[in-house]
């Protein structure tokens, strides 16, 4: 019975990845298409603006502190020279 049953429910049902509605072709949206370009390069742009803005903000990195050296008064140091 379970045989005639599929059997006849098999003539109104998809076969599985299938379906019996005529596809439908849906025209792309050119004027959505169009606004999430210009969008996305209006964020690039403002990305860019606070990258210049932040980068001027920020002080030039300092310099490593000098070291004097001080000898005291009528020492003089004296390197060698060894000829190699």
């Known amino acids: 019975m379970s045989k005639v049953i599929r059997y006849v429910k098999q003539s109104w049902t998809p076969m599985p990845g299938r379906s019996l509605d005529p596809r439908v072709h849906v025209p792309p949206d050119v004027y959505r298409f169009t606004q999430n370009q210009i969008e996305s390069e209006q964020r690039q742009r403002q990305n860019q603006v ?25 020492v003089i140091p004296v390197l060698p020279l060894t000829p190699e």
Do not use: C, K, L
């Open 50 to 74: 606070n990258r210049q803005i932040s980068a001027g903000r920020q002080p030039p990195p300092a310099a490593a502190p000098t070291r004097t050296i001080s000898f005291d008064q009528g």
